[in-house]
């Protein structure tokens, strides 16, 4: 670039497929090494007494320093020109000598298992009474965040100029920060500390102090006896294969999945550009984002109230009808009124957008928490890193190939795209109605008796039981 492009010049086809190739050949580069082993070095190098802090100050830095790249590389860009590559090259040189010189290898060495996800964390330390509420505040948190950003963006537009982006790339500073202090008090679990220390006392003094009681001791012996059996087993991704966890299994793939296929994702990406496509101006769109975001955060407050008297099941099967209903009304509006390249009047955009509020409220009611809170209940010990990894590699792979394709499936199917995923919301809400036994106020030790009872799973987990009793008798 420096060579054949100059300062205000454009490059040659042929310079500008080399360059493409060799912008290929570095994001294979950092494919291979620093995209992943980024994450996963300081998730496996830190002993469990300084973990939390440890990987609270590399989120933290990391955070901070997307924030800082994010906000100078115009600036650079402008200053440096080609030069900016010779920049980041520099670092990279550091950075290979850094790891030759001071970073020994991992592989191989065994660490204690982590747990992963907040939700998880959160179903272990609630009681199950509370259990839905306290798991489901994460998504109403979430759901929060996601209208703070909103609002961010919606003012930060109306500055002018043309600095407001900088504003809203600059607050995302502060939740960084509190996520970072407030992961320096969170104690570990009680299952945690058995399963790591096996410490009886330690883990009993922990659920005293949680539960606000001393009469501990029946949960604690629950938990001793699933460490027990965990630590039987050697390959939770190979037992969680077995007939016994087959429910489990299933439902590690089929939550996050129909979690994703509801629509959410590309509802919650693209708002701003549907709502401009069906005729709302720019201002309008994000502002239409916010009142989306709203609905969101209010119906899951409802959900974080309700789950825990009406169960999960009823929630989720509300969800998806709410869901189906909406969607397919705007899909029929769109068809009806928008046509391939047309607009929509005022009063049918904001049919479309009372209807997408209605979808929206349907969700956080129902599949938005509850599609983190069932995977993070329904494991037993001994495969619950495995239940629970597949459940995120699950939502993470559909919520990346949901987000790829939306856009080519709107210009393929137009109005239909909202018939496809309202498609979707019946099969899931059936799936649930058959299949998906009721986990509410169920201790998560005791979480395997509801598939033995289950209409439809007990004749999978109830056989089994049989032959493993009998062949434990021999």
Known sequence: MAAKLGDHGGLSKRYGDVVLVLIGIYVAGFGISWGPLGWLIPSEIFPLEIRSAGQSVSVGV???FTFLVGQTFLSMLCRFKSGIFFFFGGWVAVMTGFVYLLLPETKNVPIEQMERAVPLYLSEMALPKYRGAISNGFQFSLGLG????????YGSQKITGGWGWRVSLAMAALPASVLTLGALFLPETPNNIIQQN?????????LQRIRGT???????DDLIAASDVSKTMKNPY????RRNYRPQFVMSIAIPFFQIVTGINVIGFYAPILFRTIGLGESASLMSS???GVVGSSTTLIAVLVVDKVGRRFLLILGGVVMFFAQMTVGGVMAAKLGDHGGLDKVYGYVVLAMISVYIAGFGLSWGPLGFLIPSEIFPLEIRSAGQSISVAVNFLFTFLVGQTFLSMLCHFKSGIFFFFGGWAAVMTVFVYFLLPETKNIPIEQMERIWREDWFWNRIVGDNEEVISKMDGA
Do not use: G, P, Y
Request: charged share 25%; net charge neutral.
């Open 290 to 292: 916010v009142i989306t």
């Open 214 to 220: 001393n009469d501990v001791q029946a949960e604690l």
């Open 198 to 206: 096996n410490d009886h006392e330690k883990a009993k003094r922990t």
């Open 62 to 64: 990391n955070f901070l």
């Open 146 to 153: 996601f209208l703070a950003a909103n609002l961010t963006n």
């Open 238 to 241: 190979r037992n969680i294969l």
